[in-house]
């Protein structure tokens, strides 16, 4: 079974400080996938990533950087957090090639509050 | 730009019974992928049910089966013998073929009543 973790389920964080959301998995996919969940909004696209070193912006980059230096790992930056960023965030992985209808795999998400 | 459309946010049902989540999407292509994805009080998202868009037989899995209807860009989630266990937030999510990106909806909370 492919296996996302995310380094944190919960998290409480200041007003102003960088913060590092982490995801790892298992599986050796290509593509990897941060989301913001809020509730009556869905899921919302972050940032992907297609391979190493390679991002695209999603539907809402603004306040948010990411980093892929390993294929297993990528990492979701708050460049300075602010209230408006407390949320749910997800990170997910999926095999490589677009034709395919294969799913996006799942983390268990990291619950972050910023005060 | 794809949007998704889930306009039920909370539903209910006793346990046995039959249950449908709506969903709606809006898009241009004619090739695309559609997908439900359950996420139990534990997070953790499931893959529940996926469509192609050129597939005209609607997918089943057990208990879970859609009604997809290309023309009325509809994908509804039908659910038989409901189970305690299937109490979650359900999302639809739409994918172009030869895309990676999903587009989710707003998603629906069902609950299962004993």
């Known amino acids: 079974d492919v296996k996302v973790t995310q380094s944190s389920r919960y998290l409480v964080k200041r007003t102003g400080e960088k913060v590092f959301l982490e995801c790892v998995q298992d599986?050796?996919?290509?593509?990897m996938f941060w989301y913001r969940q809020d509730p009556g909004l869905g899921l919302r696209l972050i940032y992907f990533?297609?391979?190493?070193?390679?991002?695209e912006k999603g539907d809402i980059p603004e306040g948010y950087s990411v980093s892929r230096e390993k294929k297993e790992r990528f990492s979701l930056i708050l460049e300075s957090a602010s209230t408006n960023q407390t949320s749910m965030y997800l990170c997910?992985?999926?095999?490589?090639?677009?034709?395919?209808?294969?799913?996006?795999?799942f983390g268990d998400g990291t619950r972050l509050s910023i005060l | 730009a794809q949007t998704v459309t889930q306009s039920q946010p909370e539903m209910s049902v006793q346990e046995a019974e039959t249950v449908t989540l709506s969903c709606t999407y809006d898009?241009?292509?004619?090739?695309?992928?559609l997908f439900w994805y359950k996420q139990p009080p534990s997070r953790q998202m499931i893959l529940v049910i996926r469509?192609?868009?050129?597939?005209?037989q609607n997918a089943t899995e057990n208990r879970f089966s859609v009604n997809f209807q290309k023309a009325a860009k509809s994908f509804s989630l039908k659910i038989s013998d409901s189970q305690l266990g299937d109490t979650a937030m359900y999302f639809c999510?739409?994918?172009?073929?030869?895309?990676?990106?999903?587009?989710f909806g707003e998603g629906t909370q069902l609950t299962v009543n004993p």
């Open positions: 997910a992985s999926s095999i490589p090639g677009p034709y395919s209808n294969q799913p996006q795999h």
């Open positions: 469509q192609e868009a050129y597939k005209q």
């Open positions: 990533s297609y391979d190493v070193k390679m991002k």
């Open positions: 599986m050796d996919h290509e593509n």
């Open positions: 898009t241009s292509e004619s090739n695309y992928y």
């Open positions: 999510a739409f994918r172009l073929w030869g895309g990676s990106r999903l587009t």
